[in-house]
């Protein structure tokens, strides 16, 4: 199996593993880097010999990063892969949805866990990202740190003492950091407590959004909440006022729990276990389903409603539970829905049984 | 023919949709049928404002004020990637590094209204940074010199005092260098 396809195929990722800080509500911590070449117009602005160029540029300085990471950071061109793996590297976050469209010249580079990447001719010519499961803002801080040093060390990049590193938009300026932290909100969600964290952040100014879905429903509970000012604090400042928020968020969230497990426990052990049987046993399963249901089976896990499971199932849950993922492992594009359903279902049955330690009660 | 929802405006949708109540037929306005998203078959993602529509605005507000006070900036340009501040107020997004030299005057009370400040206090790249990696240490270690010396630790400030000594000699012969060259 080829390098590409390890990355594709793998359903297991480093970030997403049940392990950390307050992981029974925080998934995964991320930090971004903007960064920029000095002397080539950034890529909204770069035709593309100059697209070009920056990426050889960067390809040049990877061997430094490889040194500073010990690790081996495998390339992808975009252009080179189908729509249909973009589609499955941009569910496993590895790259955005700008990089999606716009494949010409762009590339990613990333690591076999999975959990760092360095995007190139994204907005700007460089963003680094760093994943790590639970809360924990620190590891990756100074990963990418570790990156962005690599990179510096070869590469001009676009500095000024006063404004900082510069990028395409204004609103990345400065550190050029976004860090962010994909929250698991099922009790503030059933409780309706999620709209007035939605509302609150933009005083802290941090903004939430949730990872699927709108306002009004927001399938798998899942949000994602970042820092949205990025110049006049330091990077430290900025992943503090975050964990603070964050770690706000959290006691509410436990707060919530507590009280459904408190005051309708068997309502939600009810929703718990079909989530369970479900997830174990139906032969057809949409991709909102498979959000909805391991949402409660976490919730379930997390409480101790549910025993004779490891956590660790949710992640490759939601990996296994997107329908790129399915098409390409399936090497066809052209799946009906059924057939994506009835795979989906195939495959979460099979890692349900995987991680099933005992099922008696 | 008025709209079958608001009944004001000027039907200029007309949907016939067959489903499990048999035919149904709507008449709407233009506004009308922006709101029936599922029914016209339009994309929630069509209708989700981005961060670039609230910066052009603020581009677009800023260069008013500009144009009042100094009767115009349309002409600028960036020297570089050639782009100029009506491509700003476009696109929302900047062209080059050297935009940011072109066009401080106009850039930096927009990062004020976003950010709340224009002065950076983070990471400072090694190489390109200049002396301000130096500049920021000494200014570090003063701070904590005054603190020591607020609190009577005196052997701890002499050592202090000794570093940032050195420190400032290091970066009058750096600036020292630079000016020769």
């Given at each position: 199996?080829n390098?590409l396809?390890?990355?594709?195929?793998?359903s297991?990722?480093?970030?997403l593993?049940?392990e950390?800080d307050?992981s029974?509500?925080?998934l995964a911590?991320r930090?971004r880097?903007?960064?920029?070449?000095r002397q080539?117009?950034?890529?909204n602005?770069?035709?593309l010999?100059?697209?070009?160029?920056?990426?050889?540029?960067?390809?040049?300085a990877?061997p430094?990063v490889?040194?500073?990471?010990?690790?081996?950071m495998?390339?992808?061109d975009m252009e080179?892969?189908?729509g249909?793996?973009?589609?499955?590297?941009r569910?496993?976050?590895?790259?955005?949805?700008n990089l999606l469209?716009?494949?010409?010249?762009?590339?990613?580079?990333?690591?076999?866990s999975?959990?760092?990447?360095v995007?190139?001719?994204?907005?700007?010519?460089i963003r680094?990202?760093?994943?790590t499961p639970?809360?924990?803002?620190?590891?990756?801080l100074?990963?990418a740190?570790?990156v962005?040093?690599?990179?510096?060390?070869?590469?001009?990049i676009?500095?000024d003492?006063?404004?900082?590193?510069?990028?395409?938009?204004?609103t990345?300026?400065g550190t050029?950091l976004?860090?962010?932290?994909?929250?698991h909100?099922?009790?503030m969600v059933?409780?309706?407590n999620?709209s007035?964290?939605?509302?609150i952040?933009?005083?802290?100014?941090l903004a939430?959004?949730?990872?699927?879905?709108d306002e009004?429903?927001q399938?798998?509970?899942?949000?994602?909440?970042?820092?949205q000012?990025?110049l006049?604090y330091?990077?430290?400042?900025l992943?503090?006022?975050?964990?603070?928020?964050?770690?706000?968020i959290v006691?509410?969230e436990?707060r919530?729990?507590?009280a459904?497990?408190?005051?309708m426990?068997?309502r939600?052990?009810?929703?718990?276990?079909r989530?369970?049987?479900t997830?174990?046993?139906?032969r057809?399963?949409s991709?909102k389903e498979?959000?909805?249901?391991?949402?409660r089976l976490?919730?379930?896990?997390?409480l101790k409603?549910?025993r004779?499971?490891a956590?660790?199932?949710?992640?490759e849950?939601?990996i296994s539970?997107?329908s790129s993922?399915l098409?390409?492992?399936?090497?066809?594009?052209n799946?009906?829905?059924?057939e994506i359903d009835?795979?989906r279902?195939?495959?979460?049955?099979?890692?349900l049984?995987?991680?099933r330690?005992r099922?008696?009660? | 023919?008025l709209?079958d929802d608001c009944?004001?405006?000027?039907?200029?949708?007309h949907i016939?949709?067959i489903?499990a109540?048999?035919?149904?037929e709507k008449?709407l306005?233009?506004?009308c049928?922006a709101?029936?998203?599922d029914f016209v078959g339009?994309?929630?993602d069509g209708r989700h404002?981005?961060?670039?529509?609230?910066l052009r605005g603020i581009?677009?507000s800023a260069q008013?004020?500009e144009?009042?006070?100094?009767?115009?900036t349309g002409e600028l340009?960036c020297?570089?990637?050639g782009?100029?501040?009506?491509?700003?107020?476009?696109?929302?997004?900047?062209?080059?590094a050297?935009?940011?030299?072109?066009f401080?005057?106009?850039?930096?009370p927009?990062?004020r209204?976003?950010?709340?400040?224009?002065v950076?206090r983070?990471?400072?790249?090694?190489?390109s940074?200049?002396?301000?990696e130096l500049?920021?240490t000494?200014?570090q270690?003063?701070?904590?010199?005054?603190?020591?010396?607020?609190?009577e630790?005196?052997?701890?400030?002499a050592?202090?005092?000794?570093?940032?000594?050195?420190?400032?000699?290091e970066?009058?012969q750096k600036?020292?260098?630079q000016?020769?060259?």
């Open positions: 199996m390098e396809d390890t990355l594709l195929q793998a297991k990722v480093a970030w593993t049940a950390g307050d029974d509500v925080v911590s930090i880097l903007a960064r920029n070449l080539l117009p950034f890529p602005r770069a035709d010999a100059q697209l070009q160029k920056a990426d050889e540029s960067l390809q040049g990877m430094a490889e040194t500073a990471l010990g690790e081996h495998t390339r992808v080179n892969i189908s249909l793996q973009r589609e499955v590297l569910d496993k976050q590895l790259i955005s949805d469209k716009n494949p010409q010249h762009r590339t990613v580079y990333c690591n076999d999975q959990n760092v990447s995007m190139v001719n994204e907005d700007d010519h680094i990202q760093c994943l639970g809360l924990n803002l620190e590891t990756p100074q990963k740190f570790a962005d040093d690599a990179l510096e060390g070869q590469l001009d676009a500095f003492e006063k404004m900082g590193y510069l990028t395409a938009c204004p990345n300026m050029g976004r860090a962010s932290v994909l929250l909100l099922p009790g059933y409780t309706r999620v007035s964290i939605i509302n952040s933009p005083q802290l100014g939430v959004r949730p990872l699927f879905g009004k429903e399938p798998g509970c899942l949000f994602q909440i970042a820092n000012l990025t006049g330091s990077e430290q400042e992943i503090d006022n975050l964990r603070g928020a964050v770690t706000e006691a509410h436990r919530a729990r507590k459904l497990a408190l005051y426990k068997e939600l052990e009810d929703e718990v276990w989530a369970v049987g997830l174990s046993y139906a057809l399963l991709e498979v959000l909805e249901l391991a949402s976490r919730l379930g896990l997390d409603l549910i004779g499971i956590p660790e199932c949710y992640g849950v939601l539970g997107r993922f098409q390409n492992l399936a090497e066809n594009e799946l009906t829905k059924t009835r795979l279902a195939q495959h979460v049955r099979k890692i049984e995987r991680y330690l099922l008696e009660e | 023919m709209c009944g004001r405006k000027e039907a200029v949708v016939t949709q489903g109540d048999g035919r149904v008449h306005c233009e506004s049928a709101a029936y998203n339009v994309q929630q404002v981005s961060v670039d529509d609230f581009f677009g008013g004020q144009n009042k006070a100094s009767g115009g340009s020297p570089h990637c782009m100029s501040y009506r491509d700003f107020r476009q696109t929302g997004k900047i062209g080059c050297a935009c940011y030299d072109t401080r005057g106009q850039l930096e927009i990062l209204r976003i950010h709340g400040s224009s950076h983070g990471k400072i790249p090694h190489r940074g200049g002396t301000l500049k920021q000494i200014a270690l003063s701070q904590q010199l005054k603190a020591c010396v607020e609190q630790e005196y052997e701890k400030a050592e202090l005092r000794d570093k940032v000594r050195a420190l400032k000699q970066l009058q600036e020292g260098g000016d020769h060259e």
